[in-house]
Structures are given as structure tokens and as C-alpha cells.
């Protein structure tokens, strides 16, 4: 409908948990590369920017021939939110009518994903999307626990006796893709806006979100599993 669609990969050098991660080899090419080949394979997707304070993520994204964007210092802090990033991007490049971000740690979401969450976006007329998965257990199984480890109030009462597959499903963010008009974007400062998001399915499989080493593992041997590598 006349739209255009530039996708944001953000993509720092330094992580805590799992140091130097968008830069691990995961079955045959560099976390990183998994987005920005899901970008580039997209039938939607006008432009591709991958933002970093690395150069060797920098270089990774010139490599795939899409553009690159050096972030300062000051937006690749612990406490610099993914908003500031996006924010410094759509800054510096030319105006597109919607924003894709694709955090680099969803390996396993495909252009077929993102391809069918803006067709989604488009069929509900909306300002923005998100992709959700279903939880692997209900929250309601769930509690705080203080020094006593007392479970004498975990569960309420409407829980106790229910098995767990007569509990309503709950879902989570997975990371995995967010759409949003880049005014409105810009706007309310994030991809939560008010009015007109929307929430878009994927299966447990490819919500993996890498945060963790085992996680970056589990991600490993299912693209294994699948044949899939460069």
C-alpha cells in the first residue's frame, strides 16, 4: 500500500551474561548474521540498518552489504534502552513509514515471520505489532517466596485444585520482531504505544531469545536438527 519498511537491528558489542554474543558462532555464522539474513530475505523490508558500537559487528553488517550505523558510546551502556538506539537510527537515515526492530538474539525467527507479522499489521489496519508466544507454564502456578519459604499463601485458592490445562494460556514477549509507525514511534518513545498494537503469534521453537549460554545451545541444536547452516 505504498509503505515502506526499514528494519533496525540492534547490536551491541558487550553483554554480561554472555559475553560477545551477537558476535558467537552459531551453526556456521555469527548470531547477528541470522537477522540481518532474515531481513534481506524479506519480501517487505525496504532497508536494513544494523547499529553498533563494534566494529567487528559493523563490519559484519557491511559484509551483507546493508547499512551500518556507529553508535555513540553513551547509547551502548548498560543503562542506554533499546528505544535510544532505535531512536539515534531513525535519526540519521532517510524517513520510512515503518520501523522493524529485530534484536539479534531471536536467531530463529525467519523472514517468513516477519513477512507474515506485516502482512498482519496491514490486515488490522494497526500502528504497531508484537510478537508473543505462549507461555510454558501459567503464571498462575507461580509466586514470591520470602526468608521463611513458606508456600502456605503461594497459590490462591481459584488455582489450588485446577490442573494445569484447565488454566487460561498466558503470553509472553518474545523479543522477536516489534512494528510500529515510526511518527507515532518517535511519539510515545516506544513500540508500546497506546492504541492500535497488536499481538502477533509464533510457536515456542523460534521465540528462543539468546540471554543465556544454555539458550544459545538449545538455539544451536535445533537449527542442527533442521539441516540448516550457511
Known amino acids: 500500500k505504498g509503505k515502506t519498511y526499514l528494519a533496525i537491528i540492534p547490536s551491541r558489542g558487550g553483554s554480561k551474561r554472555l ?14 548474521a541470522w ?4 531481513g534481506l530475505n524479506s519480501k517487505y523490508i525496504d532497508n536494513i540498518v544494523v547499529t553498533s558500537d563494534d566494529a567487528d559487528i559493523l563490519n559484519i553488517a557491511e559484509d551483507y552489504g546493508v547499512l551500518s550505523i556507529n553508535r555513540p558510546i553513551e547509547l551502548s551502556s548498560d543503562t542506554a534502552t533499546t528505544f535510544d538506539a532505535v531512536e539515534h537510527a531513525i535519526k540519521n537515515i532517510k524517513y520510512y513509514d515503518y520501523i ?30 508484537v510478537s508473543v508466544c505462549e507461555m510454558d507454564h501459567s503464571p498462575l502456578w507461580s509466586s514470591t517466596l520470602d526468608d521463611t519459604l513458606s508456600m502456605t499463601e503461594f497459590l490462591s485458592k481459584s488455582v489450588k485444585n485446577k490442573r494445569s490445562q484447565d488454566l487460561d494460556s498466558y503470553y509472553r514477549i518474545n523479543g522477536a520482531i516489534y512494528i510500529c509507525d515510526t511518527k507515532k514511534l518517535l511519539k510515545e518513545k516506544g513500540f508500546f ?12 521453537e523460534t521465540s528462543i531469545d539468546i540471554d543465556h549460554e544454555i539458550d544459545f545451545q538449545l538455539a544451536d541444536l535445533i537449527l542442527k536438527s533442521k539441516g540448516v547452516s550457511l
Do not use: C
Open 193 to 204: 504505544i497506546e492504541t492500535g498494537i497488536y499481538a502477533f503469534k509464533m510457536d515456542r
Open 19 to 32: 559475553p560477545r554474543k551477537n558476535l558467537l558462532d552459531l551453526n556456521g555464522k555469527p548470531l547477528v
Open 100 to 129: 522493524v526492530l529485530l534484536q539479534p538474539t531471536s536467531p530463529l525467527r525467519t523472514e517468513w515471520h516477519i513477512d507474515k507479522a506485516i502482512e498482519f499489521l496491514i490486515h488490522k489496519e494497526a500502528d504497531a505489532v
Open 35 to 38: 537477522s540481518i539474513e532474515a
